[in-house]
C-alpha cells in the first residue's frame, strides 16, 4: 500500500510543481498517473524513491514514511522503470537484469537462477539473451528486459515511468497485455505514468489524472469516463469517453446485467469476451440489426441489438 | 618576461618577417591540403573499402611524430638535393593536415542525413541544386572544424620546421637554444603560441558563420 | 564492388610498398648503421626516450582523470568550464613552445623535459575525460540512482565504464603525441632519441638521422597499436557500436 498524504513539491519557493496531493493505493493495484506533460506525474513518481526531495507532505510506503528509510536502501527495494529503458550498454543483459540483486550482495547461484525465472516469466529464452548486450536487442525486448530488472530483488513496489511510451503502438499494446498477465501473478503494488488515456484504461486499476500539479480526480477507469468530476477531467479523456468506457465491459457483463431476447433470426455468433467496444464495430461494419451471443461450448444463449449496448452503458454510467 | 619584451621591441621588424613566413609555410600547406583533402574525402563517401584503408594510411602518418617524419624525409629528399629548408616542411604540413581534412570532409558528407537528401529530391532539386543548397551548407562547419584542426597543428608543427631550415618563428627559438638566449626564446614561444590561438579562435568563427542557423554542430 | 575492394587493396600494398622501398633503401644505404655500431648508445637513448613519455604520461593520466572526475561532480560543476576552456586553449599550444618556455624557466634536464612533457598531455586526457562522462546518458544515471547506486557506484560501475572509450582514446593521443614531444626532448637536455635526430640535421647525417627517425616512428606506432589493443580488452562489446560512429566525430 502506497500513500500520499498531503505531498507538495515547490520549486525555489514559487511554483507547486505538485500541489497538495493526497491518495491511497492498494496493495496489489496498478495506479496509473496520468495528465498533459507538465502536470507534475512524473516529479509525483520521482518522489517516491526519492530521487526528487518532497518539500511538504509524506509518503507512506506500508506504513513506513519514506522520508525515516535510508535513500540507497528505500531505492534498492523499489523497482524503477524508465521510458528509454535505462539498460547499461556496458553490460550484458544478464549483468543488467541481476544488477540490483549484486547491490544487494547475493550469491551468484541465486542470481542465476533469478535471472532464468524472469526471463521466463517475461517470455524471452534465457540462453538466448544471457551474454548479449542491449544494443543487439530490439525496442520491445529491451523494455522488457528494463522490466525484468526492475522485479529482480523482488521488491513489492514497483514505479513506472512511461515504460511504453517510446514503441510503436503494435509493440506497445502487446507489451500492454503482456505486462498485465505478469502483474496477475507477481501482484505488485505499481505507480504507472501515462500520458495516453487509453494506456490507463487498459492499465490501471485507479487513474489519478493531474493538472498544474493538482489531483483532479482518483477513481477506478470506469468511474472517470462515467462521471469525470470536472471540465479538464472530461476533456481531458476525450468526448469519445462513453466509447472508451465500453471497452472496459464485455458481452458477458451486458448478459449478466440485460436479459437478452431470444435468438430470432440467424446472424453473426460472438463470444462472450468480446469487448462492447468490439461489439458497437461490428453493428457499424457490418451492418446486423442483432448479434448471436453464443457460450463457451458455441451454443447460442440470445441476441444482442445496438439498443441494448445503449441502455447497458446508461445503466451503468448511473450506478458508478 | 620583462626581457622579452624589450627583445621584441628591438626586434620588431625581425619578429614579424619570421612571422609572416611562418603564415605562409602554413597558409599555403593548408591551400594545398585542403585542395587535396576535400575530394579525397568526397571521393571516400562513394568507396567504403577504399575509405577504410586511406583512413588508416592518414591515422598511421598522423602518429609519425613531427621531428621524425623531417628525419625520414632529410635522407629522402637529399636525394634531389632539397633535403633542408621549405620544402620538406611544406610536404610534412600536408601530410599531417591531411587526416583532419579528409575525416572531417568524408564524415561531413556521410553525415547528411539521407532523408535531407531524399527531401531535396522531392521537392524537386537537381543534383547540382541539391549539393549546392543542401550538402554544402550542412557539411561545410564540419570540414572547416578539420581545416581548423589542421592549421593549428600545422602552426606548432611549424615551429619544429624552423630546425630544418624552413624559416619561421621557430627559428628565434632554434637561435634562442643555441645562443643561450632566453628572451629569444620566450618571444618565439609565446609567438608561436599566439598565433595558434588566434588562428584557432579566427577560425572558430568562421565556422560558425559558416554553419547555418538552426544547427548546431560541435565537431 | 569488386573495383572498389580492388582500389582498396591496391591502395593498401602500395602503401606497404612505399614503406617496405624506403626500409630496404635505407638499409642499403647503410642509414640504420649506428643502431648496430654504437649500439649502448641508441639502447640507452632509447631507455630514455621510453622514460620520458612513460613518467610524464602516467603523471598526466593519474592528475587528469581525477581532475575529469571531479570537475563533472555535481558540487564542482561550476569549474567545468573554465577548466575546459583552459585545456581547449592549452592545446592549441604547439609542444615546441611548452618546452622552450619550461626550459627558460625550470633550466635544462630532464626533469624539465617531463615536466613539459606531463603539461602537454594532461590537456588531451583531461578533456577526454570530461567530455566522455558529459557523453553518458543522464537516463543511465538516473536509472542507476533510481535502482539504489550509490553515488561512488554510479561513477565506477556506470559513469566510467560507459565512458571508458573516450578516456581510452585520449590516453592513447597523449601517449603517440608524447612520443613526439619526447623527441624535443633532446633541445632542454631531456635526452632520448632526439638526440640521434637533432645530430644528424646539424651534421646533415644520414645516419644518424634515420637511426633516430625510424625508431622514434616505430615507437609512436608500437604504443599506438599496444593501446588500441587495451581499449579492445577494457572497454566493454557492449558499447562498440556506440564507440565505433563516436571516433568518427
Known amino acids: 500500500m502506497i500513500e500520499f498524504k498531503n505531498v507538495t513539491k515547490t520549486y525555489d519557493g514559487k511554483v507547486n510543481a505538485v500541489d497538495d496531493v493526497s491518495f491511497t493505493v492498494p496493495q496489489g493495484n496498478i495506479a496509473v498517473f496520468l495528465g498533459p506533460s507538465g502536470c507534475g506525474k512524473t516529479t509525483l513518481l520521482r518522489m517516491v524513491n526519492r530521487l526528487v526531495p518532497i518539500t511538504k507532505g509524506e509518503i507512506f510506503i506500508d506504513g513506513e514514511n519514506t522520508n525515516s ?34 547491490l544487494l550482495g547475493w550469491d551468484k547461484e541465486k542470481m542465476r537462477s533469478r535471472f532464468f525465472e524472469l526471463m521466463d516469466l517475461i517470455g524471452l529464452k534465457p540462453d538466448d ?5 542491449p544494443h543487439e536487442l530490439s525496442g520491445g525486448q529491451q523494455q522488457r528486459i528494463g522490466i ?16 511504453f511510451g517510446a514503441l510503436d503502438p503494435i509493440i506497445r499494446s502487446h507489451l500492454q497485455k ?16 501515462s500520458h495516453d488515456i487509453d ?16 489531483l483532479m480526480q482518483y477513481d477506478a477507469p470506469d468511474d472517470i469516463l462515467a462521471n469525470p468530476a470536472n471540465e479538464f477531467v472530461s476533456t481531458f479523456v476525450g468526448a469519445d469517453r462513453a466509447i472508451k468506457s465500453l471497452g472496459l465491459h464485455t458481452v458477458a457483463d451486458l448478459v449478466n446485467q440485460l436479459k437478452v431476447t431470444p435468438v430470432a433470426a440467424d446472424s453473426k455468433q460472438i463470444s462472450l469476451k468480446t469487448d462492447l467496444r468490439q461489439i458497437l464495430s461490428i453493428f457499424f461494419n457490418e451492418g446486423y440489426e442483432e448479434l448471436v451471443v453464443v457460450d463457451e461450448e458455441k451454443k447460442p444463449m440470445g ?18 | 618576461m620583462n626581457g622579452a619584451f624589450q627583445y621584441f621591441m628591438n626586434n620588431q621588424d625581425e619578429v614579424l618577417a619570421l612571422t609572416l613566413q611562418h603564415i605562409q609555410l602554413v597558409g599555403l600547406a593548408t591551400v594545398i591540403a585542403i585542395l587535396i583533402g576535400v575530394p579525397i574525402g568526397i571521393y571516400l563517401t562513394t568507396n567504403d573499402a577504399v575509405a577504410d584503408v586511406v583512413l588508416q594510411i592518414a591515422a598511421i602518418i598522423m602518429t609519425i611524430p613531427s621531428i621524425a617524419l623531417f628525419g625520414l624525409m632529410i635522407p629522402v629528399l637529399s636525394v634531389i638535393n632539397q633535403g633542408i629548408g621549405f620544402l620538406p616542411a611544406l610536404i610534412a604540413l600536408i601530410l599531417y593536415s591531411q587526416l583532419p581534412i579528409i575525416r572531417n570532409t568524408y564524415v561531413a558528407v556521410q553525415n547528411v542525413d539521407p532523408n535531407m537528401r531524399d527531401a531535396a529530391k522531392g521537392i524537386g532539386m537537381s543534383s547540382w541544386e541539391r549539393i549546392r543548397m543542401v550538402e554544402i551548407p550542412i557539411a561545410l562547419p564540419v570540414i572547416m572544424a578539420g581545416v581548423r584542426n589542421a592549421v593549428v597543428l600545422s602552426i606548432g608543427i611549424g615551429a619544429i620546421a624552423a630546425f630544418i631550415g624552413a624559416g619561421g618563428l621557430g627559428v628565434l627559438i632554434d637561435q ?11 618571444v618565439g614561444a609565446v609567438g608561436v603560441s599566439l598565433l595558434a590561438i588566434i588562428a584557432d579562435t579566427v577560425l572558430g568563427i568562421l565556422q560558425r558563420v559558416l554553419t547555418p542557423k538552426g544547427m548546431n554542430i560541435n565537431a | 564492388m ?3 575492394r580492388k582500389a582498396s587493396t591496391f591502395i593498401r600494398y602500395f602503401f606497404y610498398g612505399i614503406v617496405l622501398v624506403f626500409f630496404l633503401w635505407a638499409f642499403i644505404q647503410g642509414y640504420f648503421s649506428l643502431i648496430f655500431e654504437q649500439t649502448d648508445e641508441f639502447l640507452r637513448l632509447l631507455r630514455q626516450h621510453v622514460l620520458l613519455v612513460l613518467v610524464s604520461s602516467l603523471l598526466a593520466v593519474g592528475i587528469a582523470i581525477p581532475a575529469g572526475i571531479l570537475v563533472t561532480r555535481p558540487a564542482f560543476r561550476k569549474l567545468e568550464w573554465p577548466v575546459l576552456n583552459l585545456a581547449n586553449l592549452g592545446q592549441t599550444i604547439p609542444s615546441i613552445a611548452i618546452l622552450a618556455l619550461v626550459m627558460t624557466y625550470l633550466g635544462i634536464g630532464f626533469y624539465s623535459a617531463v615536466f613539459a612533457l606531463f603539461v602537454f598531455s594532461i590537456l588531451p586526457v583531461l578533456r577526454n575525460t570530461v567530455a566522455g562522462l558529459n557523453s553518458v546518458d543522464p537516463a543511465l544515471k538516473d536509472a542507476a540512482k533510481g535502482m539504489g547506486f550509490t553515488p561512488s557506484q554510479i561513477l565506477f560501475k556506470v559513469e566510467m565504464p560507459n565512458a571508458a572509450y573516450p578516456i581510452m582514446a585520449g590516453i592513447r593521443t597523449a601517449m603517440v603525441m608524447n612520443v613526439g614531444s619526447a623527441a624535443l626532448a633532446y633541445l632542454v637536455g631531456g635526452g632520448g632519441l632526439g638526440d640521434f635526430i637533432f645530430t644528424g640535421i646539424v651534421m646533415q647525417s644520414q645516419e644518424y638521422l634515420i637511426s633516430g627517425a625510424v625508431p622514434v616512428t616505430l615507437l609512436a606506432i608500437c604504443i599506438d597499436f599496444f593501446l588500441r589493443f587495451i581499449e579492445k580488452i577494457t572497454v566493454s562489446k557492449g558499447l562498440r557500436r556506440s564507440a565505433e560512429t563516436a571516433e568518427a566525430s
Open chain 1, 129 to 133: 539473451f544471457r551474454k548479449r548486450y
Open chain 1, 178 to 193: 503482456e505486462f498485465l498477465q505478469i502483474q496477475k501473478e507477481v501482484q505488485k503494488t505499481i505507480l504507472f505514468v
Open chain 1, 69 to 102: 528509510l535510508n535513500e540507497i536502501q528505500l531505492r534498492r527495494n523499489i523497482g524503477y522503470v524508465i521510458q528509454s529503458n535505462g539498460l547499461f550498454p556496458n553490460m550484458t543483459i544478464e549483468d543488467n537484469v541481476t544488477v540490483v540483486p549484486k
Open chain 1, 303 to 320: 441476441s444482442i441489438t445496438i439498443q441494448d449496448v445503449q441502455k447497458y452503458l446508461h445503466q451503468t454510467n448511473q450506478s458508478a
Open chain 1, 199 to 214: 494506456e490507463a484504461i487498459t492499465m490501471g486499476d485507479q487513474v489519478a489524472i493531474f493538472k498544474d500539479g493538482r
Open chain 3, 2 to 4: 569488386t573495383n572498389k
Open chain 1, 148 to 163: 525484468a530488472r526492475a522485479m529482480a530483488a523482488d521488491p513489492p513496489v514497483m514505479l513506472m515511468d512511461e515504460p
Open chain 2, 176 to 186: 634562442g637554444i643555441s645562443r643561450y638566449n632566453r628572451d629569444m626564446i620566450v
